[in-house]
Each structure stands twice: as C-alpha cells, then as structure tokens.
C-alpha cells in the first residue's frame, strides 16, 4: 500500500514509480499546508510571512532527513513495476518445504541413520557419536554438527558411528532434524547397538540456550519443543547408554551439568551456568568455544579432558583480547568415565588432523541474533 491513496489518483494509469513521486509530493505539500495552519492558531499575533516561513522551516527540518536517509523505502515498500531494485528490501533466501511432510518423515530419517550404524566390536571399547544442532536460522550450528561428523570419522576412529541431528532448511530431505524426539529415537537406536557395558557414547549439542537453561529448538515454521537438561538425561537413561560424553555448545550451558552429571558421565559446557559465551549469528562460521575445542584442541591432543583445558585458554585469551564477559567453560570430572576413556585411547589409531574450511556463504542463515547478546 502507498503511504498516501486518493481516490482521485488514477492508478491503472500510471506506473507505481509515479504513483509514488506523486504520494511523495502530496505528502510533502499537506505537510507544509499542515504546519501553516498550526501556525496560523499558535502564533496568530505574527505576520503572515513569518508564520509561512516557520512552516517551510519546520516542515524541512522534519522532511529532509527522511529524503536525505531513506529518499524511497518508505514509498516503495514492496516490489513492484517501476520500483528501484534496490529501494526493496530484499527477503532471506529460505528453501520451502512441506512441513507436514517433513514431519512425516522423521522416523524414517532417524531409524535410517540408526540402522546404517557399524556395530561394537566385542572386546574394544568403540565410540559413538549423536550430534544435535539445534537452531535452523543459522547456519554456524549446522557447521558444527557437520565438522564433528568429520573430525570423529576421520581423527576419533568413528566412522560409521555417528548420527547428526540437524535443523537446516537445506537438510531437510537428507537428514533427520534436531528436535526432542529425535534425540530420544537416535540415542535409543545407539543405546541398542552399543554394547553399554563397554562403549562410549559422545552426545555433542549446540545451538543458543536461555537464563533458565534450555536449549533453543527451531526450524521455522516447525512447532518444536526447547530442549531442557532433564530431557537430556531422560534420553540418556532410557537408551542405557552408561559412558557418557556430553558436550553442550550455548549460552548458560553449564546448566545441563546438575543434571548430567556423574561418575560415568563427562559434561563440557561453553559457559558457566550464568555466562554467555560467543560466536554465533549469520556472519560467523564457528562459535568460540566450538572453534577452541573441537578445530584446535581435539587437533592437537586425542583426550578431551586436556581438550577443554587448552580450549579455555585459548577462549579466556580471545575474551580479553575482545573486552567481553568472561563465559568460564565449565567441566565435571568423571573418575570412572576417565578411566574408560584411557582404555580406548590406548586402543586407537588416530588419524590425521582435520581442518576447518568455512562453506560458501550463499546458504541459509536468517538470524541476526549474535552469541552473548541475544542467547
């Protein structure tokens, strides 16, 4: 809609671009005739040449910063013929996709991916891996999720162990979402292949996380439920996975460790259950404590005990460095848990280090929200 509509105005017969410059001017003229005639009861005591030109004054000092800044969105508001290109403000390229169907399909995805899982060896200690990227409009957590994928397969021996759980509009067809139910269904299917007196089970989590300490679930326009600490161990213990690993990726993340905790059970958290930690929004590729942990340290030592110490340095260094509020990445020891995984690191062959490529930039991200400011 034109900011001004006059019936007399006849639009069949001209382009939307002069409709607009003749709105543009009807409204600057009616301003001007308004503020005269304020004047005209305001100051009736001055002259009518100065009372005309404190009109033309006023009204130029409201007019022109809107020409100067914004001379046509607030006229061309959408699309159209004769409108400028670039006075449209451009939409986010999201890929459709039925959400009916999509939703249809998640227990199909989910058993798929469980039952393509290699299984334990008897007598070694193997690991498997359930990755969870959380929020669909950025696209830093799918690239999370994926280099996990890739560094466990190719450094940690997991190959053919690992089932990503990922909200992206671009995945939506090959890989199973990242909801709640997903995560029950793919760490009961791990559960059964594993043999839960003798393997570890990794469950790696990112996306942003709130003060009360869930886990921000969304792939618009999908109904999905946030993620809580309770809902985690729920899924754990119901899929008897005994050795865990849980790493979580968010803002206020050391609030899941209350409730994972224990002595077969590992929790690394990006930040103190109080503390945001950084790095995510449309712009960035990793956040910060993804990058440390995961890109540098598990790339240079196997453990990710001694993992989490080189990355909270590394962290601590770039938040000074940057001025923010320190996030203070949080680790619950596991005793019995170390000791399995001593076991399985003197049993495996790492592979080769694995970098980090960022992906083109023409893929979905829609959200502007950035790590530490609007977890």
């Known amino acids: 809609?034109?900011?001004?509509?006059?019936?007399?105005?006849?639009?069949?017969?001209?382009?939307?671009?002069?409709?607009?410059?003749?709105?543009?001017?009807?409204?600057?003229?009616?301003?001007?005739?308004?503020?005269?005639?304020?004047?005209?009861?305001?100051?009736?005591?001055?002259?009518?040449?100065?009372?005309?030109?404190?009109?033309?004054?006023?009204?130029?000092?409201?007019?022109?910063?809107?020409?100067?800044?914004?001379?046509?969105?607030?006229?061309?508001?959408?699309?159209?013929?004769?409108?400028?290109?670039?006075?449209?403000?451009?939409?986010?390229?999201?890929?459709?996709?039925?959400?009916?169907?999509?939703?249809?399909?998640?227990?199909?995805?989910?058993?798929?991916?469980?039952?393509?899982?290699?299984?334990?060896?008897?007598?070694?200690?193997?690991?498997?891996?359930?990755?969870?990227?959380?929020?669909?409009?950025?696209?830093?957590?799918?690239?999370?999720?994926?280099?996990?994928?890739?560094?466990?397969?190719?450094?940690?021996?997991?190959?053919?162990?690992?089932?990503?759980?990922?909200?992206?509009?671009?995945?939506?067809?090959?890989?199973?979402?990242?909801?709640?139910?997903?995560?029950?269904?793919?760490?009961?299917?791990v559960g059964q292949r594993a043999d839960p007196a003798e393997d570890l089970v990794l469950l790696f989590m990112t996306s942003h996380g709130s003060e009360d300490h869930e886990l921000y679930v969304a792939l618009e326009p999908l109904p999905l439920a946030q993620l809580e600490p309770e809902d985690v161990q729920l899924a754990l213990d119901d899929a008897g996975i005994e050795w865990r690993i849980v790493v979580v990726s968010a803002c206020y993340s050391g609030g899941f460790i209350p409730a994972l905790a224990g002595p077969r059970s590992l929790v690394i958290s990006a930040a103190r259950s109080d503390r945001t930690s950084f790095g995510c929004g449309v712009e960035s590729d990793f956040t910060y404590f993804g990058h440390a942990f995961f890109v540098e340290a598990l790339n240079e030592t196997l453990s990710p005990v001694e993992a989490f110490e080189r990355a909270e340095g590394i962290i601590a260094k770039r938040e000074r460095a940057e001025d923010v509020k320190r996030s203070h990445p949080q680790i619950s020891r596991a005793p019995e848990l170390e000791a399995r995984l001593s076991r399985w690191l003197t049993e495996l062959t790492p592979g080769p280090v694995v970098p980090f490529a960022p992906p083109p930039r023409d893929e979905v991200g829609t959200t502007t929200a950035a790590r530490g400011d609007t977890p």
């Open 1 to 189: 809609m034109w900011p001004v509509e006059l019936a007399l105005l006849p639009r069949t017969d001209l382009s939307p671009g002069a409709q607009g410059e003749i709105s543009r001017n009807l409204w600057i003229v009616l301003t001007l005739v308004s503020l005269r005639r304020a004047f005209d009861y305001l100051e009736p005591y001055r002259g009518t040449v100065p009372r005309t030109l404190a009109a033309i004054g006023v009204g130029a000092a409201l007019i022109a910063p809107l020409m100067l800044l914004a001379p046509l969105p607030m006229f061309y508001p959408e699309a159209g013929d004769g409108v400028p290109d670039e006075y449209v403000e451009a939409e986010p390229e999201v890929p459709e996709f039925d959400p009916e169907r999509v939703m249809a399909r998640q227990d199909r995805l989910v058993d798929a991916a469980v039952e393509g899982l290699a299984p334990q060896v008897p007598g070694r200690v193997d690991l498997y891996v359930v990755a969870f990227g959380g929020d669909g409009g950025e696209r830093v957590f799918r690239n999370e999720v994926e280099y996990v994928e890739r560094l466990y397969a190719t450094r940690f021996g997991a190959d053919g162990r690992i089932v990503a759980l990922i909200n992206s509009p671009a995945t939506v067809e090959s890989r199973p979402l990242a909801t709640r139910r997903n995560l029950r269904r793919a760490l009961r299917g």
